[in-house]
């Protein structure tokens, strides 16, 4: 059995052409593929039921399925920034028009997705080959909201602020 790809299925109670639409404002390396239209007799004759969205190489489908699900913590999406300037944007950008601020990088957008937002050099400080390094650098992020890597690296040295 083989696996021809994979596509990210993020469901909605209403709101999936509006997220595409955000996301791809947000991404800049993105397409809107095909909308899907719920059919006649179903009690949403008309309106959006699927949106195929392409982010970054990245297969979705904004799914309108009602209330009965809600996005929470136990899935996210990392975004690797290759710039400070890069993961700045993105927090920035995500956490606007009604998104939050959690812990340790997380941000959740206006529709409640949950992202990592990882900035350049943080991963690298954060799994240091040297244990205590890496234990100190964990320590100092578990103190913060967004990243700062100046900072995991001063902990990491055992460098007072």
Known sequence: MSANGFTTCLWFDGQAEAAADYYLSVFK????????????????????????????GQQFLGLNGGPQFTFSEAVSFMIHCDEESESDYYYDTLTKDGGQESACGWVKDKF??????????????????DPGRAARAT??????KKLDVAELRRAADDVPA
Request: charged content about 20%.
């Open 112 to 129: 409640g997705v949950s992202w990592q937002v990882i900035p350049p050099g943080a991963i690298e400080v954060l799994t240091d080959a």
């Open 29 to 56: 390396d993105g397409k809107l593929g095909r909308l899907a239209r719920y059919p006649e007799g179903t009690g949403q004759a008309g309106e959006v039921m699927t949106v195929e969205f392409e982010i970054n």
């Open 139 to 144: 320590a100092a992020m578990m103190k913060m």
